[in-house]
């Protein structure tokens, strides 16, 4: 009889120390978690009492290496662009790597993510094969899923496909996008200067639109030096409003 008490009386203890357990390992890790880089990269002590010993900069250094963040705008000169040529919204792939690879070299950082992001409307980034023919299937597949409005100078434009943004004559719409034309540069409330933004602004909604679909940025994980890609995968910059010189965004956060 004392020894079924006994073991009932361990269940029972075993029990009640199990749901503690969620409390157990909050109290032991959010100490660890709650240490946040402060602005200068260094660790943050955490608030309240804590059991575990302080883990200094100069130990996270050691093991991880010297933090980095740097940022560069990469320019880039789209294949098959003539000097002086004018944009007649052609669609090219471009490949960012070398130039990723590049500046991750000379940054030396070892471990972290490389961010690449599109600092144009009508340009896109992704992660792909660059292939000279697979290059016109996308130009293909995307104009077919969103051509070129009649009125643009696309050699695809497509007679009866009209779009609001290509509504020029009726730009700017609205007290907000007259703000943006001003804030860039533009005294649209004189007419002359009206006329003159009127004139530059490309009948290209079919771009925008397509951008949106293949997305304006992408992250790459870095490990010993080297992107994390696959063999035959390259960062691409997809132009959809082109022949331009274009720049694209890349920020390194890591260590080095």
Same mark, same amino acid.
Request: net charge negative; charged share 25%.
């Given at each position: 009889?004392?020894?079924?008490?006994?073991?009932?009386?361990?269940?029972?203890?075993?029990?009640?120390?199990?749901?503690?357990?969620?409390?157990? #390992? /909050?109290?032991? +890790? #959010?100490? *660890?978690?709650?240490?946040?880089?402060?602005?200068?990269?260094?660790?943050?002590?955490?608030?309240?009492?804590?059991?575990?010993?302080?883990?200094?900069?100069? &130990? +996270?250094?050691? &093991?991880?290496?010297?933090? #980095?963040?740097?940022?560069?705008? *990469?320019? *880039?000169?789209?294949?098959?662009?003539? $000097?002086?040529?004018?944009?007649?919204? &052609?669609?090219?792939?471009?490949?960012?790597?070398?130039?990723?690879?590049?500046?991750?070299?000379?940054?030396?950082?070892?471990? =972290?993510? @490389?961010?690449?992001?599109?600092?144009?409307?009508?340009?896109?980034?992704? *992660?792909? $094969?660059?292939?000279?023919?697979?290059?016109?299937?996308?130009?293909?597949?995307?104009?077919? !899923?969103?051509?070129?409005?009649?009125?643009?100078?696309?050699?695809?434009? %497509?007679?009866?496909?009209?779009?609001?943004?290509?509504?020029?004559?009726?730009?700017?719409?609205?007290? $907000? $996008? !007259?703000?943006?034309?001003?804030?860039?540069?533009?005294?649209?409330?004189?007419?002359?200067?009206?006329?003159?933004?009127?004139?530059?602004?490309?009948?290209? !909604?079919?771009?925008?639109?397509?951008?949106?679909?293949?997305?304006?940025?992408?992250? @790459?994980? %870095?490990?010993?030096?080297?992107?994390?890609?696959?063999?035959?995968? /390259? +960062?691409?910059?997809?132009?959809?409003? =082109?022949?331009?010189?274009?720049? %694209? =965004? %890349?920020?390194?956060? =890591?260590?080095?």
């Amino acid at each position: 009889m004392t020894g079924d008490l006994e073991r009932r009386g361990n269940r029972e203890l075993t029990m009640m120390m199990m749901s503690y357990l969620p409390l157990i #390992l /909050s109290i032991a +890790v #959010l100490p *660890i978690a709650g240490r946040a880089f402060s602005s200068r990269n260094q660790f943050m002590a955490p608030r309240g009492p804590s059991c575990l010993h302080e883990t200094s900069a100069s &130990a +996270v250094n050691a &093991a991880l290496g010297k933090p #980095l963040c740097t940022y560069q705008t *990469i320019t *880039i000169q789209p294949s098959g662009m003539n $000097e002086g040529e004018l944009p007649r919204q &052609a669609v090219s792939v471009e490949d960012l790597t070398p130039d990723l690879k590049s500046f991750l070299e000379r940054s030396g950082m070892q471990n =972290g993510v @490389i961010n690449v992001i599109s600092r144009h409307t009508t340009t896109a980034i992704t *992660i792909n $094969e660059r292939e000279s023919r697979l290059a016109q299937d996308v130009e293909d597949f995307f104009l077919k !899923a969103c051509p070129p409005d009649e009125r643009s100078s696309s050699e695809k434009r %497509v007679e009866g496909v009209r779009y609001l943004h290509n509504d020029i004559g009726e730009r700017p719409d609205g007290d $907000e $996008e !007259a703000q943006r034309c001003r804030d860039n540069g533009w005294d649209i409330d004189d007419s002359e200067e009206l006329q003159k933004w009127r004139n530059q602004e490309p009948i290209n !909604a079919h771009s925008h639109l397509i951008s949106m679909m293949l997305g304006s940025s992408e992250s @790459i994980p %870095v490990v010993d030096g080297e992107m994390v890609i696959g063999q035959w995968q /390259s +960062v691409l910059m997809v132009d959809l409003d =082109g022949p331009r010189t274009r720049t %694209v =965004g %890349v920020q390194l956060m =890591g260590y080095a």
